[in-house]
């Protein structure tokens, strides 16, 4: 016998607490990759990059990024969510919280561990963010839209847009290690174990969902 389907009004309510928990999450793990300081995720590496060329936190770096490339969802006619729109500015906000409550990490035997925790956090929090289904953040929207528009394969188009990050980042400073290599392995089968883990129960028939999908694809076909 399945198990009864929760109320419309508590599913809603587990959705938006695990957009912020998973956004948050998202951005605390993201600064733990930068103390480790053993190779960031793609677009890690570009914050990294552009933060030491300005002198502006990594955090502040994430949002502006974040809002620029929302405004190029305009001619791709991409439509943002909640989850999009929260994603630039609460992502950015954690990594900053994070980075200034967790001391310096100086020793491998730190630095590793540090390194694979934070690897797997940003798997459990991709999936929370991305079950939530309130749409995708902006630069996995990015992707979806240029797939769409021209007719490119998501996987291609995440990798030309990856390596373009990857390379201008490291061009500034940003940095790229084994982390950098163990994450574009491991996020991809890490987030589609958590979407499963946090998958939120189907809506009743007739009931709609926000922006349900693109996010996953994006993050998922590789």
Known sequence: ??????????????????LYVGLALYGASSALLVEAGLGLEPWGVLHQGLAELTGISIGVVSIIVGAIVLLLWIPLRQRPGLGTVSN???????????????????????????????????????????????????RDGLMTGLHQRTGRSIRLMRTVIEIAVVASGFVLGGTIGVGTVLYALAIGPLAQLFLRLFAVPASPAGSTVVAGGTGRRAILRR
């Open 1 to 18: 016998m399945s198990a009864p389907t929760p109320p419309t009004g508590g599913r809603l309510v587990r959705r938006l607490v695990q």
């Open 88 to 138: 630039v500015f609460v992502v950015g906000l954690a990594m900053d919280g994070t980075l200034a409550v967790v001391p310096d990490a100086h020793s491998y035997g730190v630095r590793v561990p540090l390194m694979l925790a934070a690897i797997v956090l940003n798997g459990v929090a991709t999936g929370l963010y991305i079950a939530a289904k309130f749409g995708p953040g902006p």
